[in-house]
C-alpha cells in the first residue's frame, strides 16, 4: 500500500510561485510513474502533469505548459510541482497520485491518491 503526501499549498497573488511536493511511502517509488491532478469547486479533476518512473518523461496540461514543471527525486521518494506566473484560474486542490501505468492523464489509470492540498491564488 502506497501513501502520499502532499504539501507546499497556501494562498499567492497571481503572477506568483509555489512549489508542491508530494511524499510517497509504503512502495518502491520507482515502480510508479506520478501524477499531479487539481480540482475546483464545482469542476472535474483534471490532470495537470505526469513524469515517468526514471523522470525523463514529461507530459502537461496546454493550460500549464511553460508555467508549471514536474520532476521527481527517486532518492528522496518524491515528486514535486514547480508552479510560476500562477493565474487564478489554477485556484484548486491538488493531488498526487501513483500509477503502475505510463505517465498518463487518465486518473482511472492512478491506484494510489494523496489527500490533496490547496492552491489559492488571488487577483
Known amino acids: 500500500q502506497v501513501q502520499l503526501v502532499e504539501s507546499g499549498g497556501g494562498l499567492v497573488q497571481a503572477g506568483g510561485s509555489l512549489r508542491l511536493s508530494c511524499a510517497a511511502s509504503?512502495?518502491?517509488?520507482?515502480?510508479?510513474?506520478m501524477g499531479w491532478f487539481r480540482q475546483a469547486p464545482g469542476s472535474e479533476r483534471e490532470s495537470v502533469a505526469a513524469i515517468g518512473r526514471s523522470g525523463r518523461n514529461t507530459r502537461y496540461a496546454e493550460s500549464v505548459k511553460g508555467r508549471f514543471t514536474i520532476s521527481r527525486d527517486n532518492a528522496k521518494n518524491t515528486v514535486y510541482l514547480q508552479m510560476t506566473s500562477l493565474k487564478p484560474e489554477d485556484t484548486a486542490v491538488y493531488y498526487c497520485?501513483?500509477?503502475?501505468?505510463?505517465?498518463?492523464?487518465?486518473?482511472?489509470?492512478?491506484?494510489?491518491w494523496g489527500q490533496g492540498t490547496q492552491v489559492t491564488v488571488s487577483s
Open positions: 497520485a501513483a500509477t503502475y501505468s505510463d505517465y498518463s492523464f487518465d486518473p482511472a489509470r492512478y491506484a494510489y
Open positions: 509504503g512502495g518502491t517509488f520507482i515502480s510508479y510513474a
